[in-house]
């Protein structure tokens, strides 16, 4: 998989910014990957995070627990809070809407339309359920279902956990990103991304599951080799200007912020 898995996995990331306290919980059944950066007078922890994990599964060890209760700021991509879930849910309904006269069968051919409505009734959708969306929200709502349907749960993502963790250590809960950002993100990708987007979540439904398996067992392991290639270099290599926005643009403007503060 392509443009779908990489734009997933190219949103998964967590800052953390450092001060000190005492680890809690210990859990080292998983080993993911925890960078610190340091200067003079101050400890930059920076630990990539997965949005999608199996119901109840772990979310760090006490290698990340400790380097949080140190923290006297957490940062992650977005705040966490029914209030902002709420916005997201308005945002992607208004940025994602359809154009008058432009449903998304519009832009599929009839033989992509037929394969659309095979996945959607294998999902459980209503017939022609996603018409009035454009081709982005189409493909990441394709994305999504088969791994709740597998098992997975957004509340047991990885940042949403650290989130809970950090609010219950009172700690300074800092974002990113406003959500306005983050979908203006894919709103303005070009007509060709978003269709392939689209077109590459159809294809990939029955076996996205197993991909982000894979994904997540890398994750687990701190396989920095196998996360870069899945992640990063397909991307790259196949489309630069998803590349460009998702990995370079936002990293470059995390980092102007992070070192800013």
Known sequence: MRVVFGTI???????????????????????????????RDSTLYLYGTVHVRPRDADWGNARVRAAIDESSEIWTE???????????????????AAEPGHPLSSWLTPEENAALNAVT???????????????????????????????????????????????????????????????????????????????????????????????STAWEEGDERALAHAVVDETRADYPELYQMLFLDRNNAWMTTLTHE
Not at 86 to 96: D, E, H, K, N, W
């Open 121 to 215: 009734a294998r999902l459980g959708f209503p017939q022609g359920a996603l018409e009035g969306y454009k081709p982005w929200l189409a493909a990441l709502t394709l994305t999504l279902a088969p791994l709740v349907r597998a098992g997975y749960d957004p509340d047991s993502g990885v940042d949403r956990s650290i989130d809970a963790y950090g609010d219950a250590a009172g700690k300074t809960m800092r974002a990113l990103e406003t959500a306005e950002q983050q979908l203006t993100f894919f709103a303005n990708l070009s007509p060709d991304i978003q269709r392939e987007m689209l077109r590459e979540a159809i294809a990939e439904s029955e076996d996205l599951p197993a991909m982000i398996g894979e994904m």
């Open 78 to 96: 977005l705040l966490m809070n029914p209030q902002a879930d709420q916005q997201i849910q308005v945002l992607a309904a208004r940025l994602g």
């Open 9 to 39: 996995a190219a949103l998964l990331a967590l800052s953390l910014a450092s001060c000190a306290q005492a680890p809690t919980q210990q859990s080292d059944a998983i080993t993911p990957l925890l960078y610190a950066v340091h200067d």
